[in-house]
């Protein structure tokens, strides 16, 4: 069974910086795409950045110029390096991966960002 498990958020003032991991447990080559999804209270989880197999990545707009998704082939991990937070960047991040049409989840990491 595959599991991604996600280490790294916590509690940071605005303006701050976080890097959040996901380490998989088998090769991410494996995954067709990887990536990091939000969701704050009350809001549906949202995309935040993908990183295809390879290589290419994707952003949301809230969050281009401020955040960097990569990976760690050879550690199987992937990373999201979260700079210049905003209080608006609250929420419980998930690491995601896409395999072979299969859906993969973590158990999420919660950012809590504070004025």
């Known amino acids: 069974q595959v599991q991604l498990v996600e280490s790294g958020g916590g509690l940071v003032q605005a303006g701050g910086s976080l890097r959040l991991s996901c380490a998989a447990s088998?090769?991410?080559?494996?995954?067709?795409?990887m990536g990091w999804y939000r969701q704050a209270p009350g809001k549906q989880r949202e995309l935040v950045a993908a990183?295809?197999?390879?290589?290419?990545?994707n952003y949301a707009d809230s969050v281009k110029g401020r955040f960097t998704i990569s990976r760690d082939n050879a550690r199987n991990t992937v990373y999201l390096r979260m700079n210049s937070l905003k209080p608006e960047d609250t929420a419980d991040y998930y690491c995601?991966?896409?395999?072979?049409?299969?859906?993969?989840w973590g158990q999420g990491t919660q950012v809590t960002v504070f004025s």
């Open positions: 995601h991966g896409l395999s072979r049409g299969d859906d993969y």
């Open positions: 088998r090769n991410i080559f494996s995954f067709n795409r």
């Open positions: 990183i295809t197999s390879g290589g290419s990545t």
